[in-house]
Each structure stands twice: as C-alpha cells, then as structure tokens.
C-alpha cells in the first residue's frame, strides 16, 4: 500500500532562515509526488507536482526536489505569509487517487 | 468565481441524525471526490467519482453515501450520525484520474461536529 510520511511534524522559523520539509514515500510505479499547502479552515491549495527522481520545480520561495524515496520542499528566506501546513501526496499507477501525509506545521516568526 | 464549492461551512448535529453536505465544482473537472480530515489533519479518501461513475470506495461505513447527479456534482449523505464521524469533510475535483499536472482542487471543507 502507498505511504507518506512527513517530517517534522511541526517547524517554527525566524523570518529569513531557511529550512526543508521532508516527505518519505512508498509507492508501486509513482504516477506524480504532489506538494500543497493549507491555510487554517481553507482547502489544501496546489504547489506542485513531482513525476521523476532528480526533477526540481520552483515557485517563489519554495523548491521542491525528488528522489526515488523522497522528496524536500526547501523554504528560502521564509516570511511570515509562508506559515501553512505543507502536505505532501503521492499517487501510484495502482489506484486513481492521491494519498496524503500527515503534513508539516510551518510556523514564520517576524 | 471558477472553483469547489461545499455547503455548509459548518454543520452541528446530534447524534443519530441524518445529514447532507453537498459540493459542486465549475472547473469542468470529470472527477471528483470526499475527503475526511482527522483531529491530527491527515487527510484520507473515502470516495472518487469519474463522470458520475463510483471508482474509489474506500473502507468507510455504509453509513455514509455519496451521489453523483452529474459530473459537476458529488454530494455526501451520512446516516445515524456517530460522534467519530466528526471531522473536516473536503470535497475535491481533477481533469482525469489520479495524478494530473494540476493536481487537486479543493473545496474549502465542511466541518461536522457531532454531538
């Protein structure tokens, strides 16, 4: 069965110092790695989508990076409208939807 | 807007109740699917709907029903409702199955409490 395990559970950052979020995933045949990220009482909101060991896409402050047993969500310079959860999903050529983690708490102080 | 969108927001009720959540998508998205997210946040699938047709029907109690007038629609019906059936419930739709380039766009959740 395909799992995703994120680590830390929770970060807390000073504004500006950077960091990375991991996600640990096992998968029969990976279709796509998806990163998103949630607001408190909204939906999770689309980052990105991974399809290949040493693909990287970037957006902003944010680069999210893949091997074939994890992935980084690297954070640059973070500012405080970066606190979120950042969740990561999987999805395997086996099944026709997404498994998620439990997400990353990322916590931005001024 | 183009969007997910689910009614109600919040939705408070005994248990042993009966209760909808309904959720519509404008996107032109062909599937669709419900999501519960736990006290801990982890988000789990409970169903996923490809042009009205039931494709994932995860382990989840046959309490709860999900119907699919068409393909823009995707509405949950929980019976005798239990107090672990409170949660956050998010809907969610995509171009095509599993993994697409734009990934999931989601509703902004329904939260249950039952009580």
């Known amino acids: 069965e395909d799992q995703v395990t994120q680590s830390p559970e929770a970060l807390r950052l000073q504004e500006g110092e950077s960091s990375s979020l991991n996600c640990s995933y096992t998968?029969?045949?990976?279709?796509?790695l998806f990163w998103y990220r949630q607001d408190p009482g909204k939906g999770p909101e689309f980052l990105f989508t991974?399809?290949?060991a040493g693909e990287e896409k970037e957006k902003e402050r944010l680069k999210a990076t893949l091997t074939k047993k994890e992935s980084f969500l690297h954070i640059t310079a973070p500012k405080p409208e970066d606190s979120a959860t950042y969740l990561c999903?999987?999805?395997?050529?086996?099944?026709?939807?997404?498994?998620f983690g439990a997400g990353t708490r990322l916590t931005v102080k001024p | 807007d183009t969007a997910v969108s689910q009614t109600p927001k919040y939705l408070v009720t005994q248990m042993g109740n009966d209760k909808s959540i309904k959720c519509e998508q404008n996107?032109?998205?062909?599937?669709m699917y419900w999501y519960k997210q736990d006290s801990k946040k982890f988000l789990k699938i409970m169903f996923s709907?490809?042009?009205?047709?039931?494709?994932i029907n995860e382990t989840v109690p046959n309490r709860f029903s999900p119907k699919s007038p068409d393909k823009a629609h995707l509405n949950l019906h929980i019976n005798s409702l239990e107090l672990g059936d409170s949660a956050v419930y998010f809907c969610?739709?995509?171009?095509?199955?599993?993994?697409?380039?734009?990934?999931?766009?989601f509703g902004s959740g329904t939260r249950l409490t039952v009580v």
């Open positions: 969610a739709s995509s171009l095509g199955q599993g993994a697409a380039d734009y990934g999931y766009t």
């Open positions: 996107l032109g998205h062909d599937t």
């Open positions: 998968v029969s045949g990976l279709r796509g």
């Open positions: 991974l399809y290949s």
């Open positions: 709907y490809n042009n009205k047709e039931l494709i």
């Open positions: 999903a999987v999805s395997g050529y086996n099944n026709n939807d997404m498994r």
